[in-house]
């Protein structure tokens, strides 16, 4: 039997090599969108916060593969990856960001009307009070979650409950996608030992502890079926069943 984990390249270097030459030997974001990945990039000490390129790539091959054309992002930013799931999704299609920060959210709505993007709506406020006021004319076909780790086991909680078989209204449709970056948290969820450390800031160790609650969570609903990829900081991919 293979083992999980196949040392692939002899190197760092090599391994690094391998990662560009994957994204290059991807379909490319259209211009705007790399643009303005490059600006914040320069010109923003938080630009952290952003996901890279490449798993937008990903991101966008998920949706367009899937033919999503509602998405629901938890966690908006400065606007892009919301740019990045509209771009993907169509004109015809439409996203939905909740974001809690008012600054992030003006700027996103500034950097939408520039490129002309027009199929994204903002709702600034705290998510686990906006989710449940959300009433969508249709239910969602993807939900990406990319906000504070401490909130992403209530998050799911919600869209379940939102969403309940044979319901009317429900947010999400039977077979969609939950989408929830950094599940890794640069592998810390996985070291035993790193909930003790006295070291590690208060902040970090309760969304460690959130996040393997939040994993554990989607692996053992009977309502998805759970995929957690270790690619970048780790995307639990959770597809709802019912």
Avoid at 5 to 22: D, W
Avoid at 36 to 42: F, G, P, R
Avoid at 169 to 177: D, E, F, K, V
Wanted: hydrophobic fraction near 40%; glycine fraction near 6%; charged fraction near 20%.
């Amino acid at each position: 039997m293979k083992d999980n984990c196949v040392p692939l390249y002899t190197s760092h270097q090599l391994g690094k090599t391998v990662s560009n030459y994957a994204e290059q030997h991807s379909t490319a974001l259209p211009k705007y969108l790399t643009d303005y990945h490059a600006d914040i990039s320069a010109n923003r000490s938080d630009s952290n916060y952003m996901s890279s390129l490449f798993q937008s790539q990903y991101h966008t091959f998920l949706a367009k593969s899937t033919g999503a054309k509602r998405v629901l992002e938890i966690g908006v930013y400065v606007g892009f990856s919301a740019l990045v799931w509209a771009d993907a999704v169509g004109p015809d299609g439409l996203v939905t960001g909740l974001e809690f920060e008012p600054e992030y959210a003006e700027l996103s709505k500034k950097v939408f009307k520039a490129n002309n993007v027009k199929n994204i709506d903002i709702v600034v406020g705290p998510a686990a009070e906006t989710i449940p006021k959300l009433n969508p004319s249709e239910p969602y076909d993807l939900v990406f979650m990319d906000a504070d780790k401490t909130g992403y086991p209530g998050y799911l909680k919600q869209l379940l409950e939102l969403s309940k078989p044979g319901s009317t209204n429900r947010l999400l449709r039977p077979g969609a996608l939950i989408v929830s970056d950094n599940v890794l948290r640069r592998g810390m969820v996985v070291v035993d030992n790193a909930v003790s450390d006295d070291g590690l800031p208060a902040d970090q160790l309760d969304s460690i502890l959130a996040v393997r609650e939040f994993n554990e969570m989607a692996l053992k609903s009977s309502r998805l079926e759970t995929f957690l990829l270790p690619l970048w900081d780790g995307i639990n991919l959770s597809r709802l069943v019912d």
